[in-house]
């Protein structure tokens, strides 16, 4: 069997309508009302920043064939509906093949229907960057399908489909690490939908895939110490992969959670809890249908469903980190489906109304999510122009703004707090809140503070600033209005300062205890010099860890006062300014990943109230990933 007679294969009009008219319902307004979101202005950036990511990978392959630097978002929206309803051709086709018919024009459009409008799937339409990178990971996983069939019926030479099976799930956990899940799941479909299958059959594509994993990091390992290059795991920046749990702990944890992750975060309705029970008892008869040996199949699907709980221990996961649940419903939709089929016609009609009310549901959710985002969009554009116009009134124009640099600080305007919607469930937020409100400015090279990339993928052209501007303009932004009050815009010699929200440049109080202080053998660091000039603590130095790039690092100073013991907690904190120090790059032999290993900045200590004891003790912390590793570097001093 061919691929090319696998694609030629027709399926019906029934499956094209269904997959356009949900596609429309699902994400018509956010193709045509697309407008820059908070990811959009980071592309540029990412892409000249590292070719061989992972997280990245598959982009830079397409942007190394034509440049997608500037895009328009509904042309790459439609582009991976494209390659998703292609593979969806392809595998209902093979599925069909394999089933002997059983997987007919109607289970292909529930399969179809349920993964393209399932709500967590439209996670990804919102953040447009990564949208090609999707359609190549699902199409990858389909593919993948047909040649470990083509490898379980000996059909043409089996040493060729294992090398390309490898090689994609290689593809796919270079772009995303949980892609190898969806690629498990669709194989274990087919081995279900299979009349005849053997434990080999099963255990050939769980080794594959981990054979594929650890290729891959090993792959990465040795680019990293080939090139000298720090790799940034894509999942890694939203999975915080825990400690080992005792059994209890996960069997606890799975009682309190596995009703919310049925459900998933983006809606909060009985209706997704009650279906998805329904859709797992669903499959477990289905597979029984078909052998007892399909029981372990089964509860190998819906381990998988929980994987990110079981690895992570936590069920606050980030939907980016779960696309794979679409394929779950839909594969257990599927199985609902052969169940009812030749039941009693009241039973179906009942089933079918009820799959299409949650099909609608789904989409109602979907466009209430990009409608949010286009409302975020459209508010942030506003409130970008409206502060470049009030900075050309503010300042001297000629003088100034090609030449001065732009500080903005504080954390976000109002807006964000009262916004109203799905907001917080999934992460959109205001470009003017996003980074500002997580310090992302003491952070991944400096200089493309992301806010900056915002401005000039507007058209707007405005200076960018650095760390240690920003230390220096923070104090005087502590007595400036607050946007869009009168004042908030402010000219010095040096930058011209717009202000979003108060601030202050000694952190609130931090309880040591919650966070997760190390000690690590692989830091350097080295302190050239902390003084004191009457009520003015100025320092400076370096510190790096070559297991992880520092320009991702900030370094904070936790001030304990005399008073607090163990458990202690800082009553202040002083996030240093990153600083270029090639010297020390060039002297540890170390990448462009560790150039910002520099600290510098100064503080008043009188800021700190009178009611606090009178002695205190500075500690320098390497901060990686809510990871505070001590540097040894501290200094003592009194009020």
Known sequence: MRLLDVIKGKNSKIFWLSNIITI?????FAMFNCTIGVDDENIARSLDWRLFETGRFGLNIINSVFNIRYFVPTFYMVTCFLLIVFANHILVNLYRIISKGKFNNIAGCIFSITLLSYPTFAYKFIF?????????????????????????????????????????????VFNLETGIVIVLMLVFLMLILNDKINMRDLITPILLSFVSIVLCKGITFVVMKIVGVVLDDYTGNYITYSNSESFMDIFKQLVEVVPKFLGDKLFNSTLYFFYGAISVVALFKYAISKGKKNIFIAC???????????????????PRVTLYMPVFFAISSVCLYFIIENSRKIIISICSIVFVILVYNNCLTVNMVNYDAYRMSEYDESMARNIYSDINKNIDYISSIWNKPTVFIGAGPSFYSNFNGYVKNIGIESIFYHDIASNNIFANETAGFRIYKYFELLGLHVEEGNDILYKKCEPIAENMPVYPKEGYIKETNDAIIVNFGYTSELGSYKSIEDLDIQENKNIKSNIEYIKEDGNIISFKGWVFNKKFPTNACKKEWLIIDDKYKSPYVSPYEYTCANESRLDVTEANDLSKDFEYCGFTGSFDKSKITEDKGDNFKMELMLVYKDVWYKTGITYEFSN
Do not use: H, P, W
Not at 148 to 167: A, D, E, F, T, V
Not at 300 to 318: A, E, K, P, Y
């Open 24 to 28: 429309i319902l699902a994400y018509g």
């Open 128 to 172: 447009e960057q990564n949208l090609l990178q999707f359609g190549l990971i699902y199409l990858c996983a389909v593919l993948i399908v047909y040649l470990y069939y083509r490898y379980m019926k000996n059909i043409g030479n089996s040493y060729l489909s294992l090398l390309s099976i490898i090689c994609l799930n290689c593809f796919i």
């Open 300 to 318: 190998l699907l819906v381990l998988l469903s929980l994987s990110m709980l079981l690895i992570t221990g936590d069920n606050n996961i980030n």
